[in-house]
């Protein structure tokens, strides 16, 4: 079993930056690959980022990439989402999850485990 918290999350001018943080509950942080996603306001879960368990490979939407930065510190129980140069787009419910699996880390169906979502709000 795995809780995860999201923080972080805010209201940000375009342009501007936020960093969002996942903590992870218990003793197998690193079994996990982990992700985060984002639900838009009246839009389905999309896919933003994913990285596998050491970190050694990370994953971007289109939308994204160059722009946000996935990491992670096993040692912390922790995944982040660095997020630059926001967009109005950006704005959404932002959700870490974690799996166990070997599924394709942009499916949301791959994952076990998902944390409650931050809300990004960025004005234009």
């Known amino acids: 079993q795995v809780h995860l918290v999201e923080s972080g999350g805010g209201l940000v001018q375009a342009g501007g930056s936020l960093r969002l943080s996942c903590a992870a509950s218990?003793?197998?942080?690193?079994?996990?690959?982990m992700g985060w996603f984002r639900q838009p306001p009246g839009k389905e879960r999309e896919f933003v980022a994913g990285?596998?368990?050491?970190?050694?490979?990370?994953y971007y939407a289109d939308s994204v990439k160059g722009r946000f930065t996935i990491s992670r510190d096993n040692a912390k129980n922790t995944v982040y989402l660095q997020m630059n140069s926001l967009k109005p787009e950006d704005t959404a419910v932002y959700r870490c999850?974690?799996?166990?699996?070997?599924?394709?880390?942009?499916?949301?169906?791959?994952?076990?485990?998902w944390g409650q979502g931050t809300q990004v709000t960025v004005s234009s």
């Open positions: 999850g974690a799996t166990s699996g070997w599924g394709y880390l942009k499916n949301p169906q791959a994952y076990d485990y």
């Open positions: 218990g003793r197998t942080f690193s079994s996990y690959r």
């Open positions: 990285i596998t368990w050491s970190g050694d490979n990370t």
